[in-house]
């Protein structure tokens, strides 16, 4: 009504008037350089694998060919990183808490989503189950772990999550904890649920160390490993380098002191059963990640050295022993996992392992979209990996040349 009222000129000089203002061509050079960088660094991931498993990934999960846009105001792995742990919206998951003992006298707690009222699934002793393993220092109540119980709930299957020794809000009743190396308590809660339900298909996805962890277990059982196949995300394939990069200075500052502070914590909270067996003050004094591993787990686990354990702890050379298709996601600027310590010429040559890779992301970070607070490419890429898995298993198998029957 009011523009009715102003003459063609009076309303040109007024829109000149407006844009010409510092602060709304401060705003759109800003949003300019946003849209251009977004539309700049958006690639599609490499991909690298044999040709049967591509051809899988790009039939039945489309998300490997399309173009990756990261948020373009979150650039370089390190903000990524960062990002996802503040701007990541939390979800509303009901676990069922279950506490199972293990070998040694301990226990470990398994939270489950059963999922029950699964319209794809409704049989419970054949519905499919989804393994996940956190990472470092994480839980079930992890953004990112909630995220990907939404996604394959999604779909109709069931959830457990493993928590580490002492992460999962329960007591240690024996002076033992966890380490990337030791995949016992991996097998233990595989041989449980695999008892509850010795008819449903098992899928394995672990996130950080908990990939590590799953790469791991899957190269030390080989055919007997009781799973379908594998997914990892942002897992550190060389801890040597690994450790290298993170105690870099600005890694150090940001993620390195950060997550050794979480473990000495933890340590501190069971510092009655562990100082049994380890200096619990001496470790308390670690201020890197390095530091906690000399002191507390390669003491703890029976290592010589440090290195030694970092050597039986990396995955990255283990890869030709494991025996069902593994899809491994990971970002060239992850700052815990540098992109030179990929084993990119071992997945070149093995059928059932696709090494995805992309141009950026950090560590368990894979923001796109302006607003990054919802479902993010990792999420989405777990989404349709599990669900092809499960609904295309022997096309799967066939794809990775895998012709006797994997236990299930």
Known sequence: MLLSLLSPSELWTGCLDYISRPCTLLLSLVTASLF?????????????????????LQRRCPIVAERFCPTPWCWGGRLQTLVRVFIKSSLSITYRNELIRTG?????????????????HPQ????????????????????????????????????????NRGFGGEELLTPLTFCAADTSDVETVVNHVKKLYPQAPLLGAGVSLGGMLLLNYLARKGQDSKMIAALTLSVCWDSFESSISLEQPINKLLFNRHLTRNLCSAINRHRNILGKVIDVDYVLKARTIREFDERFTSVMFGYKSCA??????????????????????????????????????????????ALLVTAHGGH????????????????????????????????LREACSIKDQVTQ
Request: glycine content about 10%; some cysteine; charged content about 20%.
């Open 36 to 56: 251009c960088l977004w539309g700049r660094e958006g690639q599609v991931p490499l991909l690298v694998c044999g040709d049967g498993f591509r051809a899988f």
């Open 104 to 120: 040694d006298g301990g226990q470990l707690s398994l939270d489950w989503v059963d999922n029950s009222n699964s319209a794809e």
């Open 124 to 163: 419970t002793s054949t519905r499919p189950t989804v393994l996940f393993l956190p990472g470092l220092t994480g839980n079930s109540r992890q953004t990112y772990v909630l995220r990907a119980v939404q996604q394959a709930t999604r779909h109709g299957y069931r959830c457990v999550v493993m928590n």
């Open 308 to 353: 030694d354990y970092y050597r039986d702890a990396s995955p990255g050379c283990k890869l030709q022993k494991t025996a069902v298709p593994v899809l491994c996601l990971n970002a060239a600027d992850d700052p815990f996992s540098p992109k030179h310590a990929f084993p990119v010429s071992l997945a070149q040559r093995l059928p059932n392992v």
């Open 364 to 395: 368990i970070g894979f923001l796109e979209g302006l607003f990054p607070n919802g479902d993010g490419y990792m999420d989405r890429l777990l989404g349709q990996f599990v669900h092809a898995a499960f609904e295309h298993l022997e096309d």
